[in-house]
């Protein structure tokens, strides 16, 4: 036989180059979660401490630094990885409105904007774009996924989230890391947990009770852990109940990993995000970022001298940084990643789709709008931000596309090649304003914040000072990233506010389009116009997207994702300088339906160019007019009819809600439990299904740590929105002993 014949020393070598064919076989072939568990653990046992330690922390910082300051194309921060091992590094890009600091990036809408869409598709599709582009910047982990709750539409970072509900916030977000984690990226969701103030948000502590945490401000994390599969969390800033987020055992591993199953890793927020490292590795904080500042090699190998811990806490630390890196890069992916995808016509395409499905109609007297491109023959387009070209804030979400379309842009590549004049006039001179105004045939005002009125703070790691608010630090000061901070006020400037009084008092037919990262109140001007557009920080193609939205060519669709309040004092207390905030149980329309107070627009609101109507909202398996029962182990089976009564092709989203009026204990008057967007032609209809799980309907038992379902009464609820006057209804019942969510 052949084999007897042949040298021991050329088996070693055979050997060796099959063991080496094999292992990298198995790198080329998608493992299971058991397969990558098993090769990290096999990999921590041949480990040293140098390269244990290596994996808990980034690295590249300087390189980072300069680049920004420099290039305007990031060098990205890696953090671990090892080539004795085939182990590669994370490398990480954000953010949630495109890869952020590259130059030639697809600018996208704002995540609110596309919170507003209320398509769960639309966002999936977002999310396969921005990872492609991260694939072909030659990085691996995403930051994108911004999913803190809205609970005040003051917070600076308002624009990098989908808004104040915890149902919608996590359906969006668990599409998003579909989308992202499809070609191979690894989803960051961030910034675990209650992180919503700017200017507190180094250290500043944020109250409340384990039952708000677990019903308010936690749900849309679970669901992006268990039903989205995110590979990998951020934690916040600040403190929960006195307690730093990355100190939090109780966060970091009690609930995500005992409670939900979590076998990803968790990475520190940048710089200020770890301050202790041995309160980070108790709580199971898995990776410093940017830069070793904690967990370096010096300061494991002293705590474990002294007896402090012990390595198998590092080995239990890194085995889920190990496994969800193998298991990412065993995965097959037949796509190519060029570097010409960055920027790609297909997403630009992409990110206009994105701004004229998200755009929030809020007001139509008279069906004023879309306007008649055949009859206007002078526009005047006006306001603060009518030519400024801006995407969002300046803070670490900031990106730098290849363009900027802004709205008086947009309206002329609209109207480019015909003889209709558009006409403008300087913001701060009301004469000319009034002056244009007066003869125009349409009137266009476009008004809202810019990145130095909302966005990140970029701080010194301290909370803001309240004294001198716009100090700046060294980042800041060379213009490196803009200042942020949270809303000083709700209200337009008042510039903005003189320069539609103007526009008005002298010409009936005047649009305001409002920009913003979150709510505007109107209170001081809304009767004096018949259309109220709001497009957020709509992306790079914002301007074209609006003026097809304007003049008909797209019937605007979107969904407010927060409530608008006809007065501040109507929101929940907000001071963002303070060292303490207090979270309550309620908030945006859970707070205006339970104290009976009056939005000016309620979540779930928005308006269109046709009509619709639903009905025929049936349960599963109800008999006759009789109440329906639902078993311990069942859902929820919900149907609808909705139909196009219109004479325009348009987009509905359908909202159910879930009403409590047995409960024995104080809960919400409802719920948001589902809702779909759907595209109908005139005259269509559709049936619509919703499949809502009964521990969907639970509330959490402090006393005993468990989520019960009461037994009673239940009224499902369908409409177009939280307050739709015509809101279907049908009650059901749940009777059997109670269960564990």
């Known amino acids: 036989m052949l084999e007897n014949k042949c040298p021991l020393?050329?088996?070693?070598?055979?050997?060796?180059?099959?063991?080496?064919?094999?292992?990298k076989l198995t790198y080329s072939q998608s493992m299971t979660e058991a397969e990558a568990d098993s090769s990290a653990r096999e990999i921590i046992k041949k480990m040293s401490l140098k390269e244990?330690?290596?994996?808990?922390?980034?690295?590249?910082?300087?390189?980072?630094?300069?680049?920004?300051?420099?290039?305007?194309?990031?060098?990205?921060?890696?953090?671990?990885?090892?080539?004795?091992?085939?182990?590669?590094?994370?490398?990480?890009?954000?953010?949630?409105?495109?890869?952020?600091?590259?130059?030639?990036?697809?600018a996208f809408?704002?995540?609110?904007?596309?919170?507003?869409?209320?398509?769960?598709?639309?966002?999936?599709?977002?999310?396969?774009?921005?990872?492609?582009?991260?694939?072909?910047?030659?990085?691996?982990?995403?930051?994108?996924?911004?999913?803190?709750?809205?609970?005040?539409?003051?917070?600076?970072?308002?624009?990098?989230?989908?808004?104040?509900?915890?149902?919608?916030?996590?359906?969006?977000?668990?599409?998003?890391?579909?989308g992202i984690q499809e070609r191979n990226v690894q989803a960051c969701v961030k910034h675990f947990a209650a992180n919503s103030m700017e200017n507190n948000r180094f250290g500043g502590s944020m109250n409340m009770n384990e039952r708000t945490l677990r019903e308010v401000y936690l749900p849309h994390f679970k669901k992006v852990i268990q039903q989205g599969k995110a590979a990998s969390v951020m934690s916040a800033y600040n403190k929960l109940n006195?307690?730093?987020?990355?100190?939090?055992?109780?966060?970091?591993?009690?609930?995500?990993?005992?409670d939900w199953g979590f076998k990803g890793y968790v990475t520190s927020?940048?710089?200020?995000?770890?301050?202790?490292?041995?309160?980070?590795?108790?709580?199971?904080?898995?990776?410093?970022?940017?830069?070793?500042?904690?967990?370096?090699?010096k300061n494991v190998k002293r705590l474990l001298q002294n007896g402090e811990l012990k390595e198998q806490q590092i080995d239990d630390l890194i085995l889920p940084v190990l496994r969800t890196k193998i298991l990412f890069a065993s995965r097959r992916d037949e796509q190519t990643y060029p570097k010409s995808l960055v920027g790609c016509k297909a997403h630009i395409d992409l990110a206009?789709?994105?701004?004229?499905?998200?755009?929030?109609?809020?007001?139509?007297?008279?069906?004023?709008?879309?306007?008649?491109?055949?009859?206007?023959?002078?526009?005047?387009?006006?306001?603060?931000?009518?030519?400024?070209?801006?995407?969002?804030?300046?803070?670490?979400?900031?990106?730098?596309?290849?363009?900027?379309?802004?709205?008086?842009?947009?309206?002329?590549n609209y109207f480019a090649g015909t003889s209709v004049e558009i006409l403008t006039a300087p913001a701060d001179d009301l004469a000319a304003i009034k002056a244009i105004c007066k003869n125009a045939d349409a009137v266009i005002v476009v008004a809202g914040t810019t990145y130095l009125d909302e966005g990140e703070y970029i701080g010194n790691g301290t909370i803001r000072d309240r004294k001198n608010p716009d100090k700046k630090n060294f980042i800041t000061r060379t213009g490196i990233l803009g200042v942020g901070g949270d809303r000083e006020y709700l209200h337009l400037h008042q510039n903005d506010i003189d320069i539609i009084h103007s526009a008005s008092a002298v010409n009936k037919s005047t649009s305001v389009i409002l920009v913003a990262g979150s709510?505007?109140?109107?209170?001081?001007?809304?009767?004096?116009?018949?259309?109220?557009?709001?497009?957020?920080?709509?992306?790079?193609?914002?301007?074209?997207?609006?003026?097809?939205i304007l003049f008909g060519e797209v019937n605007p669709s979107g969904k407010l994702p927060f409530t608008v309040p006809r007065s501040e004092t109507d929101l929940p207390a907000f001071d963002s300088y303070s060292s303490d905030a207090d979270y309550g149980y309620y908030h945006g329309y859970t707070l205006f339906d339970k104290a009976k107070k009056t939005a000016r627009y309620p979540f779930g609101f928005g308006l269109s160019y046709t009509s619709f109507e639903m009905v025929g909202l049936k349960l599963a398996g109800e008999n006759s007019n009789t109440s329906l029962t639902i078993s311990a182990t069942d859902s929820v089976r919900v149907s609808v009819t909705v139909k196009n009564t219109g004479i325009k092709?348009?987009?509905?989203?359908?909202?159910?809600?879930?009403?409590?009026?047995?409960?024995?204990?104080?809960?919400?008057?409802?719920?948001?439990?589902?809702?779909?967007?759907?595209?109908?032609?005139?005259?269509?209809?559709?049936?619509?299904?919703?499949?809502?799980?009964?521990?969907?309907?639970?509330?959490?038992?402090?006393?005993?740590?468990t989520w019960v379902v009461e037994n009673g009464n239940y009224e499902v609820m369908i409409g177009n929105s939280s307050l739709d006057e015509k809101m279907l209804r049908h009650s059901f019942a749940i009777e059997y002993p109670n269960q564990q969510k």
């Open 52 to 106: 244990k330690v290596f994996e808990m922390h980034g690295h590249g910082v300087v390189r980072f630094g300069l680049s920004i300051m420099f290039s305007k194309n990031i060098k990205p921060v890696k953090a671990g990885g090892n080539k004795h091992f085939n182990i590669p590094s994370t490398i990480f890009l954000d953010g949630p409105r495109g890869v952020s600091l590259n130059k030639g990036a697809t």
């Open 519 to 548: 709510a505007i109140t109107v209170e001081e001007w809304h009767t004096e116009v018949p259309a109220i557009l709001e497009t957020f920080y709509n992306g790079m193609e914002g301007g074209n997207a609006l003026a097809r």
């Open 649 to 705: 092709a348009g987009a509905e989203t359908v909202q159910l809600y879930i009403a409590f009026p047995d409960s024995k204990i104080d809960r919400p008057v409802k719920l948001l439990r589902g809702f779909n967007k759907v595209y109908l032609l005139p005259n269509e209809e559709r049936e619509i299904s919703f499949v809502v799980p009964v521990s969907d309907l639970a509330y959490y038992n402090t006393e005993n740590k």
């Open 269 to 297: 927020d940048w710089q200020n995000g770890l301050l202790d490292a041995k309160k980070g590795i108790e709580a199971g904080m898995n990776i410093e970022m940017p830069a070793s500042n904690f967990y370096s090699l």
């Open 109 to 178: 809408p704002v995540t609110m904007a596309r919170g507003a869409s209320w398509d769960i598709e639309l966002e999936e599709r977002v999310g396969n774009a921005m990872a492609e582009e991260i694939r072909a910047l030659k990085a691996n982990y995403s930051g994108a996924v911004c999913m803190n709750l809205l609970r005040h539409p003051a917070w600076g970072r308002a624009q990098e989230t989908y808004g104040e509900d915890p149902h919608h916030v996590g359906e969006m977000a668990t599409a998003l890391v579909r």
């Open 242 to 258: 006195g307690e730093y987020c990355g100190h939090s055992k109780v966060l970091l591993t009690d609930i995500l990993r005992n």
């Open 352 to 412: 206009r789709e994105v701004a004229e499905k998200s755009a929030v109609l809020l007001k139509n007297e008279n069906n004023f709008l879309p306007l008649d491109k055949s009859k206007v023959k002078r526009i005047a387009v006006i306001g603060s931000l009518a030519n400024l070209k801006q995407t969002g804030d300046h803070g670490s979400s900031r990106v730098y596309p290849s363009y900027i379309v802004s709205p008086l842009e947009g309206i002329k």
């Open 9 to 23: 020393r050329l088996k070693i070598v055979i050997l060796c180059f099959t063991f080496l064919a094999l292992a």
